[in-house]
C-alpha cells in the first residue's frame, strides 16, 4: 500500500490500530486487501508513527498520526515536505 491509500484510511486511532495490528499479521493483512510490505511503525507516547520503505530500502514516508484535545478540529493533515505527514485527530 503505498503512502496516499495508508493517509486516506487513516481516519482516526483507531484505523491506526488496525494498520499497527495488521502490520504484523499477514492473515489479516490478506482478510482486508491489504499489502503492507515496506511498512512499520512506532509507538508513541501522543500517537503512532509510520514508516514506508521503497523497493530500494529508502524511507520515502513518515506519516505521524497523534491525538489533540477534544474540540480541536475533527482531523486536519499537514504535509511538512520531505516525504514527512503529520495527522491530527480529536478521536
Given at each position: 500500500?503505498?503512502?496516499?491509500?495508508?493517509?486516506?484510511?487513516?481516519?482516526?486511532?483507531?484505523?491506526?490500530?488496525?494498520?499497527?495490528?495488521?502490520?504484523?499479521?499477514?492473515?489479516?493483512?490478506?482478510?482486508?486487501?491489504?499489502?503492507?510490505?515496506?511498512?512499520?511503525?512506532?509507538?508513541?507516547?501522543?500517537?503512532?508513527?509510520?514508516?514506508?520503505?521503497?523497493?530500494?530500502?529508502e524511507a520515502?514516508?513518515?506519516l505521524?498520526?497523534?491525538?489533540?484535545?477534544?474540540?480541536?478540529?475533527?482531523?486536519?493533515?499537514?504535509?511538512?515536505?520531505?516525504?514527512?505527514?503529520?495527522?491530527?485527530?480529536?478521536?
Open positions: 500500500m503505498k503512502p496516499d491509500d495508508l493517509l486516506a484510511r487513516m481516519r482516526n486511532l483507531a484505523a491506526a490500530a488496525d494498520f499497527v495490528e495488521a502490520i504484523d499479521d499477514r492473515d489479516l493483512q490478506r482478510l482486508n486487501g491489504w499489502d503492507l510490505s515496506g511498512w512499520s511503525y512506532e509507538m508513541v507516547p501522543w500517537g503512532v508513527r509510520f514508516r514506508y520503505q521503497d523497493h530500494a530500502g520515502t514516508e513518515v505521524v498520526l497523534a491525538s489533540i484535545p477534544q474540540g480541536a478540529a475533527q482531523r486536519a493533515s499537514l504535509r511538512t515536505g520531505a516525504g514527512l505527514r503529520v495527522v491530527l485527530t480529536a478521536n
